[in-house]
C-alpha cells in the first residue's frame, strides 16, 4: 500500500481537506482517560495533530515514509515509520504497549490495512474499559459538482486497488467488530459534511493525489488529459472560481466488545 502515495506524496499532502475541529473534541469526550492516542495510517499527520489538541501523546505511524517525510510537526506528537514487514508485537510496543492507548483514529486510511491483523491489534492496544477506535473517510461525492464527480470516478474505476472499493461505497460494507458507541457502526456508519473552499487548481490537486490515477499514469493512460481537464473546469464554473464545495464523510467508531 505504501507504494501507492509515494509519488504524490507531495500532492496528497497539499489536496487534502482539513477534518473538522469538533470530531475530535467529540472523540475526546468519550474517552476515560486523555494521556495518549495513536493515529494509524497518518499520512502527513493531518489527523495526528488535531488529535493532539486534547491528548497528552499522540504516536502517529505510516508504512509509507514519503508521507512521513512531509508530516506536520507537533511537539506532542511522535512520528513512526512501521514499514509493512514490522512484527505485530513490534507494532503493540511502538503504539504504546497493551491496554495503554486511550483513541485510535484512523483518517482515510483503513481501507488499506490488513483488517483482522489491525483489529486484532487495536484490541490489544486499547485501554478497557474506556478506549475508543474511530475510522472515517470520504469519496467523490463533492456537492454541488457530485455529477462530473461521477464521471469522472466511473474513468477510474479500472485503476483502483480493490481495497478502495470500501471507500468508495462510504464505508457501509466495511467490517467492524468494536461495540458502537453512537457514532456510526459495522453496516451504518455516520454520515459528516466536510467544508472547504477549493480553488480549481485545488481540486485538480485532490484529484491527482489519488492513487487511481496513479496507477493510470503508469499504465500509459492519462485519466486527466487536457480534454477532461477543459471539462471540469467548465463544470466548475471556471479557473479563476473559488468554490464552496461539501466533502460527504462517514465515521465508524467504538470500543472492544467485553468478553463474557
Given amino acids: 500500500m505504501a507504494g501507492l502515495f509515494v509519488k504524490q506524496a507531495a500532492i496528497y499532502a497539499e489536496a487534502r481537506p482539513s477534518y473538522p475541529k469538533?470530531?475530535?473534541?467529540?472523540?475526546?469526550?468519550?474517552?476515560a482517560q486523555h494521556k495518549l492516542a495513536w493515529d494509524a495510517g497518518t499520512g502527513n499527520g493531518q489527523a495526528a495533530i488535531s488529535v493532539a489538541e486534547h491528548y497528552e501523546q499522540v504516536i502517529a505511524t505510516d508504512v509509507s515514509d514519503a508521507q512521513l517525510k512531509r508530516a506536520i510537526p507537533h511537539s506532542k506528537v511522535r512520528y513512526v515509520h512501521t514499514p509493512l514487514s514490522t512484527p505485530e508485537t513490534d507494532l503493540a510496543s511502538v503504539s504504546g504497549g497493551e491496554g495503554s492507548v486511550d483513541l485510535v483514529t484512523v483518517a482515510q486510511a483503513v481501507h488499506w490495512f490488513d483488517l483482522p491483523s489491525f483489529y486484532s491489534l487495536v484490541n490489544r492496544v486499547l485501554r478497557k474499559p474506556g478506549g475508543v477506535i474511530a475510522v472515517w473517510g470520504y469519496n467523490y461525492r463533492i456537492s454541488p459538482i457530485e455529477d462530473v464527480m461521477k464521471r469522472f470516478l466511473d474513468t477510474t474505476l479500472p485503476y483502483w486497488d480493490p481495497r478502495a472499493r470500501y471507500v468508495i461505497?462510504?464505508?457501509?460494507?466495511?467490517?467492524?467488530?468494536?461495540?458502537?458507541?453512537?457514532?456510526?457502526?459495522?453496516?451504518?456508519?455516520?454520515?459528516?459534511?466536510?467544508?472547504?473552499?477549493?480553488s480549481f487548481d485545488a481540486f485538480l490537486g485532490v484529484l491527482k493525489s489519488w492513487s487511481a490515477v496513479t496507477t493510470a499514469k503508469e499504465r500509459g493512460v492519462d485519466l486527466l488529459s487536457e480534454e477532461v481537464v477543459k471539462e471540469l473546469e467548465t463544470a466548475w464554473g471556471g479557473s479563476s472560481l473559488v468554490r464552496r464545495v461539501t466533502y460527504k464523510a462517514f465515521m465508524l467508531a467504538g470500543t472492544p466488545m467485553m468478553e463474557d
Wanted: charged share 25%; net charge negative.
Fill in 22 to 31: 469538533d470530531w475530535f473534541s467529540k472523540l475526546a469526550s468519550l474517552t
Fill in 169 to 198: 461505497d462510504g464505508y457501509k460494507n466495511l467490517p467492524f467488530p468494536f461495540k458502537s458507541i453512537g457514532l456510526g457502526s459495522e453496516g451504518d456508519p455516520l454520515e459528516l459534511d466536510m467544508g472547504q473552499d477549493l
